[in-house]
């Protein structure tokens, strides 16, 4: 006796074979999915976009969740960070470059003030120079020891002058060279504790 095909039974099957290859196929495809090609791609509510490694650590991380507005973040093969551009709490921009173990090593960005500046560290993240604009809004170079202590500082005064200062290894004054409260140019040497000891002036 011949065993009669139940179509329907048939049908059924081969839909769920079908189903199967397609979701295996759409896996891999998935997993191993090429280039893509978009005309924009909008991130709401302060999300993110990430780039992992292939151990799967973020690599490069784009937000828009940060206090003072969107940043970018990359990191090193060792997963420390090793810069970042974006905004402070302040809202102000920068951009930090950090060493290979995660340490600030430079800083450029907008200071408390409103005024540009660009900072260098040491490896232990202690300032080694500040280029950028003073309290009172002009110009200056300082420089500092591996103590932290001043050493020099070229720029401009509270009373718009234009001086340089050196400093020993103490943080003392030992020399200045600039512009006198008269205007003119002064010459000032100090002794190892920053008192002056010779001083000469231009005479009006």
């Keep these: 006796m011949k065993q009669q095909i139940d179509l329907k039974s048939l049908v059924i099957g081969i839909l769920g074979t079908l189903l199967l290859m397609t979701l ?11 280039d893509l090609s978009v ?10 976009l990430r780039i992992l490694s292939r151990a799967g ?16 973040m990359l990191k090193n093969a060792l997963g420390e960070k090793s810069m970042t551009l974006g905004a402070n709490e302040d809202g102000q921009g920068g951009f930090v470059a950090y060493n290979q173990e995660g ?28 280029l950028g604009t003073s309290e009172k809004g002009g110009g200056q170079l300082t420089t500092y020891n ?32 600039g512009t006198g409260n008269s205007n003119t140019g002064m010459v000032l040497l100090c002794d190892r504790d920053g008192n002056t000891k010779w001083v000469e002036k231009v005479d009006d």
């Excluded at 295996?24 to 090429?34: P, T």
């Excluded at 005309?39 to 993110?48: M, Q």
């Excluded at 650590?57 to 970018?72: E, H």
């Design 24 to 34: 295996i196929s759409a896996k891999q495809s998935e997993a191993e999915m090429g």
């Design 39 to 48: 005309a924009s791609i909008t991130i709401r509510d302060g999300g993110g």
């Design 57 to 72: 650590d973020n690599t490069v991380l784009i937000t828009g969740s940060g206090q003072g507005g969107g940043s970018i």
């Design 103 to 130: 340490q600030m090593s430079a800083h450029l960005g907008t200071g408390e003030m409103g005024g540009g500046f660009f900072r260098t560290f040491d490896k232990h993240e202690s300032p080694t120079v500040y």
């Design 146 to 177: 591996e103590v932290g202590n001043e050493t020099a500082f070229l720029g401009t005064g509270t009373v718009g002058n234009g001086f340089l200062r050196t400093a020993n290894e103490y943080g003392k004054m030992s020399a200045y060279v």
